[in-house]
């Protein structure tokens, strides 16, 4: 078979997020057939000697230490950014000027403001075919599919509440060291941004509704932590000086959806014994779903119209070739991780750009997250009030 044409790709940032998307970007044509090969080009960070390594161990071709130099190469069709958020607009923007399409990682920025002009961007290039997505990665876990899917049949009938969590704990130690998710300037926001971005996409798509308003309400336990003197992905060790954390360590929020819905919302780093515990139940006239992250493979189902006597929630295995991504895999109930669902990503994106469509989630799915992440701060900075969510545009 000969390989589909190919899609250069250069990568900003090379940590945590780098180490999956290169992953993705590896396995991609490697399980599914593609209409664009992606071409692991450049990798860029600001290290030569770390820069190296990881070009090394994720399998880039070349490097560069200058962001400007990498986005405007003639190799390079599709800008990756991996980065921090507070670099996300000015990376992105300019890959989109320079002709390039770009995945963003999540939040799409730290600020209503940046995703705003990030938003404008992306749709002044689309008119010149180059398309730009956010990195909302959990949306192509298969039981996430699955789980919108069964709700734009009717299987829930109406959707009346939602609850979602996304629980952690990797800070909840209070000599855990400060890394960049906890310096605002950096991340624009603590578990808000970092975590709480990502249940307000996922129940925003898989209940096919926005999110109208909000009220917040957010705590910072632990003031103070020691500076890292090294860091990697969520760990490291802090010396003897302390630095402020200056952003929220919890946030929690109530919202009311377009379609008349109310829900809870919980996003923390310090719910002790939840690693990645990403839930969400959703309840509406004809029956409910629930989903959990520490159990990817599997999407609960109740049907409310079922024998009284033996109604129940169903385990279902989202394992089988008939479920979202999976015929792509393993033999049929083998099961999938983390990772897979940036391969997915990566799969969704370059099919979307080689027939010259709009990627989902767009720039302005991740505008429509900031302006509901800037709500809750904004309702919990003011003592914890209503506050309507402009319409996205
Ligand atoms: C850390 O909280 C983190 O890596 C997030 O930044 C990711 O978006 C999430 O997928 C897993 O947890």
């Known amino acids: 078979m000969t390989a589909s044409p190919p899609l250069n790709v250069a990568m900003i940032g090379y940590a945590f997020m780098g180490a999956a998307h290169s992953q993705a970007w590896r396995n991609a044509p490697r399980f599914f ?6 071409i692991q080009q450049v990798i860029c960070g600001r290290n030569p000697e770390a820069l190296a390594a990881a070009a090394a161990k994720l399998d880039w071709r070349d490097t560069e230490t200058d962001w400007r130099t990498a986005i405007t190469r003639d190799d390079v069709d599709l ?8 670099t996300h607009a000015e990376i992105a923007i300019a890959a989109l000027d320079a002709g390039k399409h770009v995945l963003c990682e999540k939040p799409l920025a730290n600020t209503v403001a940046e995703a705003e002009q990030m938003a404008a961007a992306a749709e002044a290039a689309r008119a010149n075919g180059v398309l730009a997505m956010v990195g909302f990665t959990y949306r ?21 509440q939602v609850r979602a ?17 906890l310096d605002k300037t950096k991340a ?4 808000l941004g970092d975590i709480g971005a990502h249940i307000t996409d996922l129940i925003q798509f898989v209940t096919g509704q926005a999110i109208t308003g909000v009220v917040g309400l957010t705590e910072t336990f632990v003031k103070e932590r020691p500076v890292a003197t090294e860091f990697a ?49 959703i309840n509406g006239s004809a029956g409910s779903l629930a989903f959990d992250l520490e159990d ?71 505008l429509a997250v900031q302006r509901v992440l800037a709500a809750v701060e904004e309702s919990a900075q003011g003592g914890s009030t209503w506050l309507d969510i402009p319409t996205a545009g």
Request: proline letters at 6%.
């Open 233 to 281: 992905g969520l760990a490291g060790t802090g010396g003897a000086e302390l630095g402020p954390v200056t952003v929220d360590d919890a946030a929690i929020w109530l919202a009311r959806l377009a379609g008349g819905a109310i829900g809870t919302f919980e996003a923390t780093r310090f719910a002790w014994g939840r690693k990645n515990g990403l839930r969400f139940e």
């Open 296 to 366: 990817l493979n599997v999407l609960e189902y109740f049907d409310a119209g079922e024998d009284a006597r033996t109604a129940g929630y169903r385990r279902i295995l989202v394992t089988e070739p008939e479920h979202p991504f999976i015929s792509a895999w393993w033999p049929a109930g083998h099961g999938l991780g983390y990772e897979h669902a940036f391969t997915h990503q990566v799969v969704d994106l370059v099919t979307a750009v080689s027939a010259g469509e709009q990627p989902e989630p767009s720039f302005a799915d991740g």
């Open 188 to 191: 624009g926001s603590g578990a």
């Open 165 to 181: 969590q996304y629980l952690q704990d990797w800070i909840a130690d209070s000599s855990a060291p400060l890394s960049w998710r």
């Open 33 to 38: 057939d593609l209409p664009l090969t992606p």
């Open 79 to 86: 800008v990756d950014v991996c980065t921090p958020g507070d």
């Open 140 to 160: 192509r876990v298969p039981a996430v599919q699955l789980a919108r899917q069964l709700i734009a049949e009717g299987r829930l009938g109406t959707i009346r």
